[in-house]
């Protein structure tokens, strides 16, 4: 990336098809039933698109609980197409905006993912993206038979050895290995562009080639969301987006700087990271509109059986504040239950206040209000840096992401910061990050100009 470029807003959209916000398909606006709808989501992906946004972010909420129960029944949002599935139909029906899949590294395996997100780059023309989630759910480990889940430090870990096969795997063929078969020696490649693998790491081991040339981009580009210590070590050494959770300015200009600090010591550049936070909005006409709007989703809110940090709190007053209990958030989901911790400590929240702050926003970023106010509240995280850019999460179906790209997307393109048109052939391209080279291919150079 030139360092003389003008720096650029990114933006991602993160859609579920019932909305963010737990009452979301409840709404009025929200009138469909419970089945797939793969053309529901093309719609959402060409809007995205047509308004020039860097990503559309699938979310993969794997597996699902045995017990169906009062509470199991009021939750729509683990019912959703596997992501490589969809983002491969919908490749075939948009042109340059990145296509970012989720997947676990504790339910996968490295060669197959390798090989999935090699074609889907390469059915989309260079545009997949991965959001790397290491999150083990008791839940989602028994629906795979895991009756012995792993630390969170160790689930890390484990992600990164399954990234480093990964690019192994990626990086198996030099870039033009099947670009020129000679029929006249009958020869599909040349030998020495392939770069058998042969890895033995602690908890993966593979050998041979993947079967599929490398990605278009490289390697797709890296997506992760992690607020704890260990996870922004991991953003560091690893991520070139971070799908963040920050409720103030501050706090968000205190991870963006901690984590972009980390990454010199992985020889690393600052701007080959980008700082995406959520983005929870309700835009209107004006801020009074906005504010109405979104009053009556919180509304809808069911406050029957709440839970917190492995504790239940349906016993203490709705409007008293938070308890001060034992809380143990086990080993999922660390940052968030820390980030909500300080939070109702540090503004005295009630237990319905927190709950309508930040857990029907999931701990992002509420912006509510006219497209100036929430252009106003975008601009400034971007240049004071608490963001490079945002992951907009609409509380209610599609609608929400219309009301953006119609109201808030102009006046950001009117002051200069975000774009109106694709300048990249590719997803890395359009977000000013690096192709990574192929060590591989890099050696051989480094040979031949030595000989």
């Known amino acids: ?52 946004f860097d990503t559309f972010f699938v979310a993969d909420f794997i597996g699902r609980s045995g017990v169906i129960d009062k509470q199991s029944v009021k939750n729509p949002n683990n019912f959703h197409f596997e992501p490589f599935t969809l983002l491969s139909a919908i490749a075939a029906q948009t042109k340059d905006i990145g296509l970012v899949a989720t997947v676990n590294t504790n339910f996968s395996d490295p060669y197959n993912v390798a090989r999935q997100f090699t074609s889907l780059d390469h059915l989309s023309g260079g545009r997949a993206g991965w959001n790397v989630v290491s999150s083990l759910n008791p839940v989602t480990a028994k629906n795979f038979g895991i009756e012995a889940p792993i630390t969170h430090e ?30 006249h020696s009958g020869q599909f490649y040349d030998p020495a562009s392939g770069h058998p693998v042969n890895f033995k790491g602690e908890y993966f081991k593979s050998e041979g080639l993947l079967d599929f040339p490398r990605p278009i981009q490289g390697y797709p580009v890296f997506v992760q969301a992690g607020n704890s210590e260990t996870g922004r070590e991991f953003a560091a050494r690893e991520a070139e987006m971070t799908y963040s959770s920050a409720t103030s300015l501050e706090v968000a200009k205190a991870y963006y700087a901690d984590v972009k600090s980390r990454m010199a010591k992985y020889g690393r550049d600052e701007d080959q990271l980008k700082i995406t936070p959520g983005l929870n909005v309700v835009v209107a006409e004006t801020d009074q509109e906005a504010q109405d709007k979104y009053g009556e989703l919180q509304a809808l809110v069911d406050f029957s059986e709440l839970e917190f940090g492995g504790q239940d709190l349906s016993k203490y007053p709705l409007d008293g504040p938070l308890p001060d209990l034992d809380y143990d958030p086990g080993e999922n989901g660390r940052g968030r239950f820390q980030q909500q911790l300080e939070l109702a400590r540090r503004e005295n929240l009630t237990i319905r206040q927190l709950v309508l702050k930040f857990r029907v926003a999931r701990g992002h970023l509420q912006a509510i209000g006219s497209a100036k106010s929430v252009a106003d509240t975008i601009e400034q995280w971007f240049v004071e840096k608490g963001a490079d850019g945002f992951n907009v999460v609409p509380p209610y ?14 006046e950001l393109q009117r002051r200069g910061i975000f774009r109106k048109e694709y300048e990249g052939k590719t997803y890395r391209e359009n977000l000013g990050l690096n192709r990574p080279e192929n060590p591989n291919t890099a050696q051989k150079s480094k040979l031949k100009i030595a000989s």
């Open 397 to 410: 179906s599609i609608k929400g992401l219309e009301d953006f790209t119609r109201l808030v997307v102009p």
């Open 154 to 183: 160790e689930r890390y870990e484990r992600a990164s050895e399954f990234i480093q096969l990964t690019k192994a795997l990626w990086d198996s063929w030099d870039d033009d290995a099947f670009d020129h078969p000679d029929r």
């Open 1 to 52: 990336m030139s360092q003389s470029k003008k720096r650029q807003l990114a933006l991602n959209v993160f859609l579920l098809r019932y909305g963010h916000h737990p009452a979301g398909w409840l709404h009025p606006t929200w009138t469909e039933n419970g089945r797939p709808d793969l053309q529901w989501w093309i719609r959402a992906a060409k809007i995205a698109e047509a308004a020039k």
